[in-house]
């Protein structure tokens, strides 16, 4: 399975990656999750919950970042057993790029699964995957907007600016409560 995305975000490129590189942080954001800690330099075990169709199992398994280049990209290498669910392993490239005063994070993931999950069919990973990505990057938005709350503050205000100038959005209202994101999915 492939999957790629980017969202712009308006934090900065140094705040993303304070964030994506906090296990607390991490822990809050990923689906399911109730454990990411440390055990060793840029390695770290997880535990996560997940359910795809009719398999619901608790994964455990292990993270590794390499190719790291701060504050811009690393890679995420990923790999987690589940039991008689089966696993999932892979990895996935991150980027973070200045795009004004936020920036724009994208990433490309490639992963495989075996056991009963894989017997689901891929149509059922993929839009379980991708739905599992937006609720992650929800999430994300969402613990940035807590933690920098003026950087946030500053986006809607000129959002709103923008969308006054236009005049109201669709069915005559102003979504100021929307995050500023981009969203380009594509799941093989």
Same mark, same amino acid.
């Not at 399975?1 to 980017?6: F, K, L, N, V, Y």
């Not at 109730?34 to 055990?39: I, N, Q």
């Not at 969402?142 to 907007?145: F, K, R």
């Given at each position: 399975?492939?999957?790629?995305?980017?969202r712009a975000l308006a934090v900065?490129?140094?705040q993303a990656w304070d964030a994506l590189n906090n296990p607390e942080v991490l822990k809050v954001c990923i689906p399911g999750c109730?454990?990411?800690?440390?055990?060793g330099e840029n390695q770290y075990a997880i535990g996560v919950a997940v359910k795809v169709g009719p398999v619901a =199992?608790?994964?455990g398994g292990k993270i590794a970042?390499?190719?790291i280049v701060p504050p811009h990209s690393y890679t995420i290498t990923f790999d987690g057993q589940g039991g008689a669910a089966g696993f999932g392993k892979g990895n996935s490239q991150v980027k973070l790029v200045p795009q004004g005063t936020g920036c724009e994070l994208s990433y490309t993931v490639h992963a495989s699964v075996g056991g009963k999950i894989a017997q689901l069919g891929q149509r059922l990973?993929?839009? =379980? =995957?991708k739905s599992l990505a937006e609720d992650f990057f929800r999430r994300f938005e969402?613990?940035?907007?807590r933690r920098y709350p003026a950087a946030t503050r500053g986006t809607l205000q000129r959002n709103n600016s923008r969308?006054?100038?236009?005049?109201?959005?669709?069915?005559?209202?102003?979504?100021?409560?929307q995050p500023r994101r981009q969203i380009a999915q594509r799941v093989h």
């Open positions: 399975m492939d999957m790629q995305g980017s900065t490129q140094q109730d454990k990411v800690e440390a055990t =199992a608790k994964f970042l390499s190719e990973i993929d839009g =379980a =995957a969402e613990e940035l907007q969308s006054l100038a236009r005049g109201p959005g669709l069915l005559g209202v102003d979504n100021l409560r």
